[in-house]
């Protein structure tokens, strides 16, 4: 149970850091989106939200808390929102990080492994609605502007 945990830990946290490396941005106006993410049952448990730019800004993730609850900054404009749960328990996730640390520079990887001792991985896995775990079918969107931008969301 714990070796799972932890394989989904580090799973997660390479995918973040692999999305969060692809883009994020760069210079230009920002915003910080905050919100909270709820199922028919309450909040969800954890998991991931990315916010990926409509006009080539990249993708900017952010962890999903055990309340719901995320924030992060996010480069100004339109961005279409995906919503990805924690691994399932007994996923087989070696191959699935095996795979992400292939595609990574040395300097990622370094900075993967320093992350790793650094936080754990809230919540359990919600099933979602794979809608919204793609771009191409999300319902969900956003017009980031400069400031504080609230977005709440309820998953059907």
Known sequence: MVLTKLKSFIFFSLSMLIIGCSGGGG???KGTVYGKISTKDGPMPGGKITFIS???KGQVPAQ???DGT???EVPAGECKITID???QSGMNTADMMQKQMAKMSAEEKEKASKAYGKSSMPGHYVPVNKI???VKTTPESITVKSGKNEKNITLN
């Open 27 to 29: 210079g230009g106006p």
């Open 54 to 56: 409509t006009g080539d």
């Open 64 to 66: 999903i808390k055990e």
């Open 70 to 72: 995320y924030s992060v």
């Open 85 to 87: 749960p924690l691994p």
């Open 132 to 134: 919204y775990q793609s």
